[in-house]
């Protein structure tokens, strides 16, 4: 089987966001619920009842998207769901910045955390490689399961 260029793109860009995702989603729910719940809270985007349920929800979809893309499972879709993710975290820490409110961490790792400038950078070169996922893999791409389940 000859790859095309776009197979080696789509497969490296797959690779990396899964690598980030599993890995921020992992952390923060390995950690206390209420830890990421406060953290949502000086964001001041939610209402105060949504708090538990998102710091609940976000780190298994986080996961659950990230194990998708590793395994190319519904790589399209995956990427375009990572690709709303990024553009939500880049929203909530931009508004914060934006607002003046100042995060001491944005809390994307769990305990592990980046300055929120830095945040935006990752989460750009993220959604970059989401988009470019989303528009380059219409074919099944390699080393997925797309292959095996068309």
Do not use: H, N, Q
């Amino acid at each position: 089987m000859r790859m095309r260029p776009s197979d080696l793109v789509v497969t490296a860009a797959r690779l990396v966001i899964a690598g980030i995702l599993l890995y921020a989603g992992f952390m923060k729910a390995a950690g206390p619920s209420a830890e990421f719940a406060a953290l949502l809270e000086t964001y001041k985007l939610f209402p105060s009842s949504f708090l538990s349920p998102l710091s609940l929800v976000v780190p298994y979809v986080e996961m659950w998207v990230g194990l998708f893309l590793l395994t190319g499972f519904y790589t399209r879709l995956s990427a375009l769901a990572a690709a709303l993710l990024f553009a939500g975290f880049i929203f909530a820490v931009g508004s914060a910045l934006l607002r003046g409110i100042d995060l001491a961490s944005c809390g994307c790792f769990g305990a592990e955390s980046l300055a929120p400038r830095y945040t935006i950078v990752l989460d750009l070169f993220c959604l970059g490689l989401a988009l470019t996922t989303v528009k380059l893999a219409k074919l099944p791409p390699p080393f997925s399961l797309d292959r095996a389940f068309p």
